[in-house]
């Protein structure tokens, strides 16, 4: 059986840096438009803390 190539990461309050979501990807699919465009990944979701929608922002798991 292959072994898996995802990496995990979790997702980041952009309003009160609150940690509220982990999630995985596969960094072979992510593809650039742009030299410019970064390969992190950002949603927008429901942040506990905030209690409201804010864009939350992938970063290393610490």
């Keep these: 059986m292959a072994k898996s190539k ?3 990461f979790q997702l980041e309050c952009s309003a009160c840096k609150s940690r509220n979501y982990t999630s995985s990807k596969n960094p072979d ?3 650039l438009k ?3 465009q970064s390969t992190k990944l950002s949603f927008k979701k ?3 803390r905030c209690r409201k929608i804010t ?3 992938e970063v ?3």
């Design 34 to 36: 742009t030299k410019s």
């Design 29 to 31: 699919n992510i593809t």
């Design 6 to 8: 995802r990496v995990f």
């Design 60 to 62: 290393k798991i610490s």
């Design 55 to 57: 864009e939350h922002k």
């Design 46 to 48: 429901y942040c506990k």
